[in-house]
């Protein structure tokens, strides 16, 4: 009996510090990756027109210069004490809420922010499940809450529900509303070009514009491309059921969003921060006994 319990409380201890190191990964990479240039665009859309796109009109409301600096300023710093463990809960709610506000004050202009708004459900999540208490600043100064294994459980497991309901989502939606004629017309082709337009003078665009202009002198090879991205967006719910084919799925949407940047220049890297919870080699005891005995909290 005592043996069980001491390989429960192992296991518990584990899990704990499992979702500990993807709590600092996670806001890590989205304070890099979204915290500075991304949402200081958006403080500067009081100054045009709202659009006529029903996603942005559904919930006018108007923000200030200065409202929407404070939100930024607001979701800057919950990330990084979210990061580092500190007034952790309330770091995650005031993450979450002003994150969601600023995006959703961005549809109204018809900003293009469709590679962070499935963030905000990331962000609801952490704030919804995490009940974890390793690698937390505030347990130097606070006593340390105990943590129920199945917290840490539900937690990496909504993350890749939400990770494989984003790309199958996109997938389908390629198929209703452009049926196979998205994948064999030159359907593609329109898209890589008119890139070269949205984005002209982007980074990007002026650094792999040469590889883009090669695929679309390619039909064929752009027809591959269209059937290989949506082939792939619809099988990512498999990643979730069978380990062996996330190990096969999960790197070929990670290339996929690389190949969406140099072929289309957008930039997906927000979405590294998703890409945590598939990280964990399976035999990962040695990696979390080595970070137990490094653990500064």
Not at 47 to 70: E, I, R, V
Not at 108 to 119: A, E
């Amino acid at each position: 009996m005592n043996s069980r319990y001491k390989l429960f409380a192992e296991k518990m201890d584990n899990a704990d510090l499992k979702a500990g190191v993807a709590r600092i990964l996670f806001f890590s990479i989205l304070y890099l990756t979204a915290g500075n240039s991304y949402l200081t665009e958006f403080t500067k859309l009081n100054a045009q027109l709202h659009c006529t796109d029903y996603m942005g009109t559904w919930a006018l409301f108007d923000l200030s210069y200065n409202s929407a600096l404070l939100l930024l300023w607001i979701f800057k710093i919950s990330i990084l004490t979210s990061m580092i463990g500190l007034f952790t809960q309330t770091s995650y709610w005031f993450c979450f809420l002003s994150f969601f506000i600023l995006n959703l004050y961005a549809l109204q202009f018809c900003y293009s922010n469709h590679s962070l708004m499935p963030l905000n459900i990331s962000l609801f999540l952490w704030a919804l499940l995490d009940r974890s208490s390793s690698l937390r600043l505030e347990n130097k100064f606070f006593v340390e809450k105990q943590t129920r294994l199945e917290t840490s459980s539900y937690l990496f497991r909504a993350m890749k529900i939400h990770f494989c309901i984003i790309f199958f989502a996109s997938g389908l939606s390629k198929l209703r509303y452009g049926g196979l004629a998205w994948i064999f017309s030159d359907s593609m082709e329109n898209k890589l070009l008119l890139q070269n337009y949205y984005y002209a003078n982007n980074y990007a665009q002026q650094t792999f514009s040469f590889l883009n202009f090669w695929l679309i002198s390619h039909p064929l090879f752009c027809k591959f491309l269209a059937f290989g991205t949506v082939l792939i967006e619809i099988a990512a719910p498999f990643a979730f059921f069978k380990k062996n084919l996330a190990r096969l799925i999960i790197p070929q949407i990670l290339i996929m969003q690389i190949g969406i940047f140099v072929l289309m220049y957008l930039n997906f890297s927000p979405w590294l921060s998703i890409y945590v919870f598939w990280l964990w080699p399976q035999k990962d005891i040695q990696v979390l006994s080595w970070i137990k005995k490094k653990n500064p909290f």
